[in-house]
Structures are given as C-alpha cells and as structure tokens.
C-alpha cells in the first residue's frame, strides 16, 4: 500500500531564511504522481505541484523548488527567501495511477512551517 | 471559475445525531473526492465517484459513511449515527484528469459533542 511520510511536524525560521521540507513516499506502482499541498489559516487546500513518476526534473517557480529523486524515494520542496506569507501547513502527497482509475491522494501528516518576522 | 462549494461550513451534532454535507464542484469536472481530515493529521480519502459511479470506497466506513451522486455533478455525504470520532473537517474536492491532480473547497467541520 501507498504511503507518504513528512518527518517534520513544526519547522520555524526567521524570514529570509532558506527552508526545506523533506517527503518520503513509498508505492509498488511504476507510475505515480507526487503533489504538495499549501494549507493556510483558513483551511484550504492550495495546489502547489505535480510531478509524475517518469519525470525527475528539478522544477523552480519563483521561490519555490522541488527536488524529486526515485532513487531515494524523496520529493522534496524548498522557499528560498521565506516570508510570512509562507507560514502554513504544507502537505506531500500521491496518487498511484494503475488502480482502474482510482487516483485518490494519500496524504503525510504534514508540516507547520512558521516563517518569523 | 468558480471553485469547490461546500455547505454548510461548519456544524455542531450530538453522537448518534445525523448529518449530511453538500458539495458542488468545478463546473465539468468528472471525478469528485470526500476526504476526512482530522485535527492534525493529514486529509484521508473517504470515497472517489467518476462522473455517478463509484470508482473508491475502501476507505469509508460504510456501517455509518454513505455517500451519493446521483446527477453526476453534486454529491451529499451523510453520517448516521455520528460518533465522537468523527468530529473533522470534510473536504470535497474535484479533478478534470488522470492523476489525482485536485482542488479543494474550504471544507465543512464538523464537531459532535
């Protein structure tokens, strides 16, 4: 069975700070798909990226980036420059896609990142 | 575009009451979730529908749980009757395509006391 897990439950830095969040997956599908997640105060889930399983390319957006590597089973996301406005629950997920079209997420805990002013 | 509506935001039952949640979803969007997220947990799957039918439901608990699209585009999910263990925020959520990729709506938190 599928399973995700975030090892961080609380990160907290001080703004300007670099920060990683650190999800390690585990699947016996050959094609899946990680995600993660952004859950403000508010309670929303935010989309933030997908990446399927035969695409190991390092992905930046802005201040943001992700470092997928099936080698080790990791997805791994980092803010560069952190700021307030980042401070969430963020959460890593997958969906496994050869399940006759079951594709639900499974969820890890999640972690509470705290962004300091 | 409109996003994930779900009503009510918030409610308050006593155990062995019931409860229903709705749900509306991103217009032309196939495939909807209900997910249960427990205080400081992450959300878990309760049941996946493609278009009426139900492609997922392992992980509902279906002594209590039940769930109906009849339509095609909104959904209800129902608890009867509600235990402690249920107070959560529900969330549905709806996808256009293979691979999980999905919005959410705000959620429905409910509090049985």
């Known amino acids: 069975a599928q399973k995700v897990t975030q090892a961080q439950t609380e990160i907290s830095v001080v703004e300007k700070e670099d920060v990683t969040l650190d999800c390690v997956y585990e699947?016996?599908?050959?094609?899946?798909?990680l995600f993660w997640y952004k859950q403000p105060p508010s309670g929303e889930l935010v989309f933030l990226i997908r990446?399927?399983?035969?695409?190991?390319q390092n992905e930046i957006s802005g201040r943001y980036s992700w470092n997928f590597q099936k080698s080790t089973s990791s997805f791994n996301f980092t803010i560069t420059a952190s700021q307030v406005v980042d401070s969430a629950v963020y959460f890593c997920?997958?969906?496994?896609?050869?399940?006759?079209?079951?594709?639900?997420?499974?969820f890890g805990k999640g972690t509470h990142l705290i962004i300091q002013p | 575009e409109a996003g994930v509506a779900q009503s009510p935001r918030y409610k308050i039952i006593e155990k062995r009451q019931s409860v229903a949640f709705w749900c509306n979803p991103i217009s032309g969007h196939a495939t909807l979730y209900w997910y249960q997220q427990i205080l400081g947990q992450g959300p878990k799957l309760l049941i996946q529908?493609?278009?009426?039918?139900?492609?997922?439901d392992s992980q509902l608990p279906k002594d209590r749980f039940s769930a109906e699209r009849l339509k095609g585009v909104d959904s209800t999910l129902k608890i009867q009757p509600a235990k402690l263990e249920d107070s959560a925020v529900y969330l549905c959520?709806?996808?256009?395509?293979?691979?999980?990729?999905?919005?959410f709506g705000q959620g429905t938190r409910l509090t049985v006391v």
């Open positions: 959520a709806s996808s256009q395509d293979r691979g999980g990729l999905s919005f």
């Open positions: 699947t016996r599908d050959t094609t899946y798909y």
């Open positions: 997920a997958l969906s496994e896609a050869g399940r006759g079209g079951a594709d639900g997420l499974t």
């Open positions: 529908f493609q278009n009426n039918g139900v492609v997922d």
């Open positions: 990446r399927n399983s035969f695409d190991e």
